[in-house]
């Protein structure tokens, strides 16, 4: 009698809007047994219809697992994760793999990986890109900074969450490319909120506007998902990409910037567009929300100059 073969054990760790139905993915479709920690157990209690085990703590899920995925909210809890007391470092071995899925400083993933190296493990930055829906559906993007061999192993487990997967180059080069992808996209809806905006004012319909820029050089995912469905029709859901996180991952791109010696005027109005948006009460909304600072600015200037407002 042939015995079935044994299943290799991989880890995850942040079960969130993104991370949830990554892992279900992974268990689903990734030939191999995963073992899930996160705070939250709702999650878990849902993952566990795929297969999904749970790790009473981050020593157990590394106790049994030799690559783990991380799908957390920022460089601060990828530090946190890491490098707290009870962190994966603090149970890394030679046989471990780390792979972060999150957007990242450049700075910290380098730190890490030399962090890790040390105890002879390796680590991955592997940052994702696109929206919920694409998490669902396993049709992320994906860009890797990893050694050759790293990314030799861990391809086909991203190949169950993406259709997309760039090797970008060594440790950090995948946080860099994701970085500046965020950057271009934010600028291109603060671009799309003005036009909005003006059209607007000046009495056209933004259907219109929205519509005949599909068909033309302006064209661009921005404007299809965040300027259609979003900005468009005022939806701006929480549970999506906050106002907050978007202005997170700007923050990165205007510091990686600052270390090579670039002052970057289009991401720092952006940047004062978002942080005028969580000042307005919409840091918990799907970020895109910006467009109503955009167009309440006419307002605002009237007021500043003794006029009345609209």
Same mark, same amino acid.
């Given at each position: 009698?042939?015995?079935?073969?044994?299943?290799?054990?991989?880890?995850?760790?942040?079960?969130?809007?993104?991370?949830?139905?990554?892992?279900?993915?992974?268990?689903?479709?990734?030939?191999?047994?995963?073992?899930?920690?996160?705070?939250?157990?709702?999650?878990?209690?849902?993952?566990?219809?795929?297969?999904?085990?749970?790790? /009473?703590?981050?020593?157990?899920?590394? &106790?049994?697992?030799?690559?783990?995925?991380?799908?957390?909210?920022?460089?601060?809890?990828?530090?946190?994760?890491?490098?707290?007391?009870?962190?994966?470092?603090?149970?890394?071995?030679?046989?471990?793999?780390?792979?972060?899925?999150?957007?990242?400083?450049?700075?910290?993933?380098?730190?890490?990986?030399?962090?890790?190296? /040390?105890?002879?493990?390796?680590?991955?930055?592997?940052?994702?890109?696109?929206?919920?829906?694409?998490?669902?559906?396993?049709?992320?993007?994906?860009?890797?900074? /990893?050694?050759?061999?790293?990314?030799?192993?861990?391809?086909?487990?991203?190949?169950?969450?993406?259709?997309?997967?760039?090797?970008?180059?060594?440790?950090?080069?995948?946080?860099?490319?994701?970085?500046?992808?965020?950057?271009?996209?934010?600028?291109?809806?603060?671009?799309?909120?003005?036009?909005?905006?003006?059209?607007?004012?000046?009495?056209?319909?933004?259907?219109?506007?929205?519509?005949?820029?599909?068909?033309? &050089?302006?064209?661009?995912?921005?404007?299809?998902?965040?300027?259609?469905?979003?900005?468009?029709?005022?939806?701006?859901?929480?549970?999506?990409? &906050?106002?907050?996180?978007?202005?997170?991952?700007?923050?990165?791109?205007?510091?990686?910037?600052?270390?090579?010696?670039?002052?970057?005027?289009?991401?720092?109005?952006?940047?004062?567009?978002?942080?005028?948006?969580?000042?307005?009460?919409?840091?918990?909304?799907?970020?895109?929300?910006?467009?109503?600072?955009? /167009?309440?600015?006419?307002?605002?200037?009237?007021?500043?100059?003794?006029?009345?407002?609209?």
């Amino acid at each position: 009698m042939i015995s079935a073969p044994v299943l290799r054990r991989v880890g995850f760790v942040g079960l969130g809007v993104m991370g949830e139905p990554m892992c279900r993915n992974l268990a689903r479709k990734g030939n191999v047994r995963v073992t899930a920690f996160d705070r939250d157990a709702a999650p878990l209690q849902r993952l566990a219809m795929v297969g999904v085990e749970r790790a /009473a703590s981050l020593a157990d899920l590394m &106790s049994v697992c030799d690559t783990v995925f991380l799908a957390l909210p920022s460089g601060a809890h990828v530090e946190a994760v890491c490098g707290g007391e009870g962190g994966l470092l603090a149970h890394a071995q030679a046989r471990h793999t780390i792979v972060d899925l999150g957007t990242s400083p450049v700075d910290l993933t380098r730190d890490l990986a030399g962090r890790f190296a /040390a105890k002879g493990a390796r680590y991955a930055d592997a940052p994702i890109a696109r929206t919920r829906q694409a998490a669902e559906d396993g049709t992320l993007s994906i860009m890797v900074g /990893a050694d050759e061999p790293t990314y030799e192993a861990i391809r086909p487990m991203l190949a169950t969450l993406a259709t997309d997967i760039t090797h970008c180059g060594p440790v950090g080069a995948g946080q860099i490319v994701k970085i500046l992808n965020n950057m271009v996209l934010v600028e291109t809806v603060v671009a799309l909120g003005e036009a909005l905006a003006t059209a607007r004012r000046a009495g056209l319909d933004g259907k219109v506007l929205f519509e005949t820029l599909t068909k033309g &050089s302006a064209d661009s995912f921005a404007l299809r998902n965040h300027g259609m469905k979003a900005m468009l029709v005022d939806t701006f859901p929480e549970r999506a990409f &906050s106002t907050q996180y978007a202005r997170k991952d700007l923050g990165y791109a205007l510091d990686l910037a600052r270390s090579v010696g670039l002052t970057l005027a289009g991401a720092e109005t952006a940047d004062g567009l978002l942080a005028r948006a969580a000042e307005s009460g919409f840091g918990d909304l799907y970020w895109p929300v910006v467009a109503r600072v955009i /167009a309440a600015q006419r307002d605002e200037v009237a007021d500043d100059n003794g006029g009345t407002s609209a």
